[in-house]
């Protein structure tokens, strides 16, 4: 789908993409932005994980005769 919304891009695309970026929002924001940006993504898989978890004991418990 990413792919759909951006279209091919080359190595020289990217660099000055990513020269832009740095010069309109400075390298603070940038390392900022890509430390959240960690962190979400983490807390995201942390939660599926747990969810798939609380899904598999509940199918687990399911299964047993009472």
Do not use: H, Q, Y
Request: aromatic fraction near 8%; avoid cysteine.
């Amino acid at each position: 789908m990413i792919g759909l919304l951006i279209p091919s891009l080359g190595g020289w695309e990217w660099v000055i993409l990513a020269a832009a970026a740095l010069i309109l929002f400075g390298g603070a924001k940038l390392a900022n932005f890509g430390k959240n940006a960690g962190k979400a993504i983490r807390e995201f898989k942390e939660e599926t994980s747990a969810i798939k978890k609380e899904e598999a004991e509940a199918a687990d418990d399911a299964e047993k005769p009472k």
